[in-house]
């Protein structure tokens, strides 16, 4: 169980901090498209390789298009969230969401359980996210509620994902998987791309260096782990990717220097002991 742990948490730091970058950039939605169209390129001849030598079935063909599908989703809204909100208050609420929803997916449908600690330590990080979040506090207005509500979106768009991408490791290998997901991820951004195409040349500009680490980061994030949930089940890891939630709140507040840092960080104190709590004995 320990390498499946290490990897979901490496996951989660690599996703902290392209997520960090994507902050920074001009243009979110360019941004994103570029980080992603590289590893999508280099991807494409072992994806076609793969899909040659092993032909799938109807319904294993219809999940890998509805993974794509859902992946063009999340990478619009993803683009739009990161324009309205702060890094370390729309972060939590978008892992959050899925933190609540996966494992009760896992436990309801893959035959997966939790213990009494497990669900103790999704009670805390839970309760950890939705005080990160700000919502609820003296000052909000409700115009603040558009990031939260576009962030919740994303959260539940990514329950969908990972669901059907636990379903498709069953029928190709992550390498593959990571690929259908990039190419519905650049799909979901194209047109924003080519309605903004002379932002590209300046985006390359300002955050060449970004770009390229961004390119790494960002499919690596996800390819560990689809290895990881490959050796465990999806209930028992899946809220340890959240560590990115901790290290995205820290960029947040110590990088950006944005604001109600105290309070974001003892809340992610919280989230580590929920996260001890389901790993150690979830």
Known sequence: MLIPVLLVIASGMAHAVWSLFTKKSLNKGVFLWM???????LLLPAFLREMWQTPLTAGAYALLLLSAALQALYSWL?????????????????RGTSTLLVPLIGVAFLRESLSAAGWLGIACMLGGFVALSGVGTRGSRLR????????????LCTTCYVFVDKL??????????????????????????LASSGQLRAEWQANRRTILLGAILNPGSYLLFLFAMQQAPMAHISP????????????????LKEQQGLRRIVCSVIIAFGIMLIGMWG
């Open 35 to 41: 980080i992603m169209v590289v590893t999508t390129v």
């Open 78 to 94: 993803l683009s739009r969230t990161y324009e309205l909100g702060d890094l370390s208050q729309i972060y939590p609420i978008m």
């Open 240 to 255: 340890l990717r959240e560590t990115g939630t901790i290290f995205a709140t820290l960029l947040g507040v110590f990088v």
């Open 144 to 155: 603040e509620l558009k990031p939260v509500l576009m962030a919740l979106s994303v959260g």
């Open 168 to 193: 498709n490791l069953s029928h190709i290998s992550p390498l593959a998987l990571l690929e259908v997901t990039n190419i519905g991820f650049v799909a979901g951004l194209t047109p924003l791309v």
